[in-house]
T-cell receptor
Framework: EAGVAQSPRYKIIEKRQSVAFWCNPI?????LYWYQQILGQGPKLLIQ????????DSQLPKDRFSAERLKGVDSTLKIQPAKLEDSAVYLC?????????????FGSGTRLTVV | KQEVTQIPAALSVPEGENLVLNCSFT??????LQWFRQDPGKGLTSLLL???SQREQTSGRLNASLDKSSGRSTLYIAASQPGDSATYLC??????????WGAGTKLIIKP
């Protein structure tokens, strides 16, 4: 099966600019996750979707971050305006369902550098 | 609150050695535990998934064990190779279905 697709792979922007990331999960996976991973740390969950509904966005900085999954398939994560501390790898993952005992599959990530 | 710890934070060994990476968690009520590999600046590759009812899983030179009662998992790598150099992360799926992560062990295999 095809894996989780993410684009772009790399992005460099200036602070206060906006940026968007795209993710296409594995076909049939109802649950989609966006993680932020700062260098040297484990991933931090930003938002979790079940189909096209938000299950958990408690750690999403809603004043600057937004995400949507309109048709319950692919998803976009946006940052506006970006800050220096947003420099990180943004990872998208999917799983069959929220309560599935199957594991997560991750995409290759988008490496964001804010200068 | 579930917490996951990985020790050591970094490990450097000569090529060919067998090695063990450790992962501990504070709450034994888990659904599963997953080991991932991450190359610098890249995404995460799943290595092994152990369900809560299982004791171990094997894939090639990798073997992962799970002891829920003691809150521990180990990842055993046999006959290490320079290509095994990466950061290894463990993640526990807790009773709320959330994935709780360790900070990882950075492994360097010296030729």
């Amino acid at each position: 099966e095809a894996g989780v697709a993410q684009s772009p792979r790399y992005k460099i922007i200036e602070k206060r600019q906006s940026v968007a990331f795209w993710c296409n999960p594995i076909s049939g996976h109802a649950t989609l996750y966006w993680y932020q991973q700062i260098l040297g740390q484990g991933p931090k969950l930003l938002i979790q979707f079940q189909n096209n509904g938000v299950v958990d966005d408690s750690q999403l900085p809603k004043d600057r971050f937004s995400a949507e999954r309109l048709k319950g398939v692919d998803s976009t994560l946006k940052i506006q305006p970006a800050k220096l501390e947003d420099s990180a790898v943004y990872l998208c993952a999917s799983s069959l369902s929220r309560d599935s005992t199957y594991g997560y599959t991750f995409g290759s990530g988008t490496r964001l550098t804010v200068v | 609150k579930q917490e996951v710890t990985q020790i050591p934070a970094a490990l450097s060994v000569p090529e060919g050695e067998n090695l063990v990476l450790n992962c501990s968690f504070t709450d034994s009520a888990i659904y599963n535990l997953q080991w991932f590999r991450q190359d610098p600046g890249k995404g995460l590759t799943s290595l092994l998934l152990i369900q809560s009812s299982q004791r171990e899983q094997t894939s090639g030179r990798l073997n992962a064990s799970l002891d829920k009662s003691s809150g521990r998992s180990t990842l055993y790598i046999a006959a290490s190779q320079p290509g095994d150099s990466a950061t290894y992360l463990c993640a526990v799926r807790d009773s709320n279905y959330q994935l709780i992560w360790g900070a990882g062990t950075k492994l360097i295999i010296k030729p």
